[in-house]
């Protein structure tokens, strides 16, 4: 049997995510209190091998001690997977302000703020025992739900989904990878009047970036240290992996270096996922 608990702050998207595993057909349970884990998995165990649960602040025990208990104790053959949802504060914020709903942990005079870094704090245990984690500061209700089902399926095909991702530096490292690459010492197609409006995806920018020897020898030495080191990472069995490529905007060069090193990886046979998590930014001023 094999049990998924999905945890993480409020507002940060585990309702989608409980939908998304209920789709993969999970047998899901919201809310549950942690003490109550064994007993489910006793009771589901000869008829449901997939079960996803979800815990969060309002059902967590009096102690962080009774917390791990309840997740180290659990029958023999329960198999236990961690997915932590989180979100940055002020993302969070907006979020409840949109909503206009009220935090679980808004009681008496404490501000939302308050309750956010409060929540983190009581969160702390199951976030440390996460086995996968995602933010959602900059994911879309349709951008999480493939993400989960990337990773998730992923973990049970047994598969090692390898994702390249583009980012801009000024506006922050994503949370969720393992490898990152800064690309802000390359040509700079913002810099050339005719290419600053395109984008990594446009061909122009491609044989700009082609013809230019510096950005060939960057993509070459990556995919190198990466295939030197992707058969241990299989052997460990890891289920996903992202490496992300950083430039100042994440419009020109980490675009075009994340697409073509996964056309390289994706020639060789690799299951290959990419994301650019600026474009939208950029679509919008079109």
Same mark, same amino acid.
Not at 38 to 64: F, G, K, T, W
Not at 183 to 204: I, M, Q, S, Y
């Given at each position: 049997?094999?049990?998924?608990?999905?945890?993480?702050?409020?507002?940060?998207?585990?309702?989608?995510?409980?939908?998304?595993?209920?789709?993969?057909?999970?047998?899901?349970?919201?809310?549950?209190?942690?003490?109550?884990?064994?007993?489910?998995?006793?009771?589901?165990?000869?008829?449901?091998?997939?079960?996803?649960?979800?815990?969060?602040?309002?059902?967590?025990?009096?102690?962080?001690?009774?917390?791990?208990?309840?997740?180290?104790?659990?029958?023999?053959?329960?198999?236990?997977?961690?997915?932590?949802?989180?979100?940055?504060?002020?993302?969070?914020?907006?979020?409840?302000?949109?909503?206009?709903?009220?935090?679980?942990?808004?009681?008496?005079?404490?501000?939302?703020?308050?309750?956010?870094?409060?929540?983190?704090?009581?969160?702390?245990?199951?976030?440390?025992?996460?086995?996968?984690?995602?933010?959602?500061?900059?994911?879309?209700?349709?951008?999480?739900?493939?993400?989960?089902?990337?990773?998730?399926?992923?973990?049970?095909?047994? $598969?090692?989904?390898?994702?390249?991702?583009?980012?801009?530096?000024?506006?922050?490292?994503?949370?969720?990878?393992?490898?990152?690459?800064?690309?802000?010492?390359?040509?700079?197609?913002?810099?050339?009047?005719?290419?600053?409006?395109?984008?990594?995806?446009?061909?122009?920018?491609?044989?700009?970036?082609?013809?230019?020897?510096?950005?060939?020898?960057?993509?070459?030495?990556?995919?190198?240290?990466?295939?030197?080191?992707?058969?241990?990472? $299989?052997?460990?069995?890891?289920?996903?992996?992202?490496?992300?490529?950083?430039?100042?905007?994440?419009?020109?060069?980490?675009?075009?270096?994340?697409?073509?090193?996964?056309?390289?990886?994706?020639?060789?046979?690799?299951?290959?996922?990419?994301?650019?998590?600026?474009?939208?930014?950029?679509?919008?001023?079109?």
């Amino acid at each position: 049997m094999h049990i998924f608990i999905v945890s993480g702050r409020s507002g940060s998207g585990k309702t989608v995510v409980l939908r998304v595993l209920e789709d993969l057909g999970y047998y899901c349970v919201d809310n549950l209190p942690v003490d109550l884990l064994p007993a489910l998995s006793h009771s589901l165990s000869q008829n449901y091998p997939q079960v996803a649960v979800s815990i969060d602040v309002r059902n967590l025990p009096s102690s962080e001690q009774e917390l791990m208990d309840n997740l180290d104790f659990l029958p023999k053959g329960v198999k236990t997977t961690v997915l932590y949802i989180d979100a940055k504060d002020e993302v969070l914020i907006r979020r409840y302000s949109e909503t206009r709903r009220l935090h679980p942990l808004t009681k008496g005079d404490a501000s939302l703020p308050d309750a956010i870094a409060q929540e983190s704090k009581l969160l702390d245990g199951l976030s440390s025992r996460a086995d996968l984690y995602i933010d959602t500061s900059d994911l879309n209700v349709h951008q999480l739900t493939e993400m989960v089902r990337e990773k998730i399926l992923g973990k049970s095909d047994k $598969e090692l989904v390898i994702t390249f991702e583009s980012f801009g530096f000024k506006y922050g490292v994503p949370n969720d990878i393992d490898f990152v690459f800064d690309a802000r010492f390359l040509p700079n197609p913002h810099w050339e009047p005719e290419l600053r409006a395109l984008t990594g995806l446009d061909l122009p920018v491609k044989d700009f970036f082609s013809s230019q020897p510096l950005v060939n020898k960057f993509v070459f030495q990556i995919n190198n240290f990466m295939s030197t080191w992707l058969p241990h990472l $299989e052997r460990n069995n890891r289920s996903y992996l992202t490496i992300a490529i950083g430039c100042t905007g994440g419009k020109h060069r980490s675009v075009y270096i994340a697409e073509t090193l996964a056309e390289q990886f994706r020639s060789r046979g690799k299951n290959i996922k990419t994301r650019h998590r600026e474009m939208s930014r950029y679509l919008e001023q079109l």
